[in-house]
């Protein structure tokens, strides 16, 4: 037979009195079941919020998603011009399968005329700025992206749809000098294959030939910016 002795009650009783001067519940079975309800309703709660935030864009047509992608890129609704809201600058643009590409250098200014061919401020107006890899990273709009080498390969695979004239012009910067300009129009792309260099595609309008060659990071090349739009 079990029995309570003194020792057991006064135990007790030290207990139930530091939980009543306290003002906390003593634990039971209860509290934790009723813990895990709460937890289970906010997680519920979660997915139905995101359930919420999802079933518009599952609902719209191809049509809608299209225009809604344009306008969060700052693309005009006929898909053919990109407002640079940093500046104002516009820029025409293609859209090629999924991605939008803008068929002018980026001209955004992160320095000075030293951006410039010849540092003269009415050749970034007529070709767009130099930038050295590490700007180039950093130059195009929100939404949108330097091409990395793989975005560059599938742009240029079929030349026929090339604006060789447009694309082979502008030269590029070199330390020392100026790249022949009139014929010829160099790009970076996000890809690094050694160290201190940047991946870039030249563009030959006389010849209508590219090639593809890894250039030193501080080299002056132009910026052509890409968006997905999916």
Known sequence: MFVISPKHIVTALVVSA???STGFAAPHKMGVKKSVKMSKAKTQMTHQKSEALEQPAANMSEEELFKMALESKNISMDGKTLTDKRDGKKYSIEIRGDKA???K????????????LMENE?????????YSHQEANKACPAGWHLPDDGEWRDYQKDRSKLDWKDLGQGG??????????STTGHYWSASTVK????RSWEF????KSINRTDESASKGLYVRC?????
């Open 204 to 207: 030959k309008s006389e010849a």
């Open 122 to 130: 009415d050749f970034c107006k007529k070709y767009g700025r130099f």
């Open 226 to 230: 890409v968006a997905d739009l999916r």
């Open 195 to 198: 160290k201190n260099t940047g």
């Open 105 to 116: 250098n980026l001209a955004f200014s992160i320095s000075t005329p030293r951006q410039c």
């Open 172 to 181: 590029c910067k070199d330390w020392d000098g100026y790249c022949e300009s």
């Open 101 to 103: 590409w803008m068929k």
């Open 18 to 20: 530091f939980f009543a």
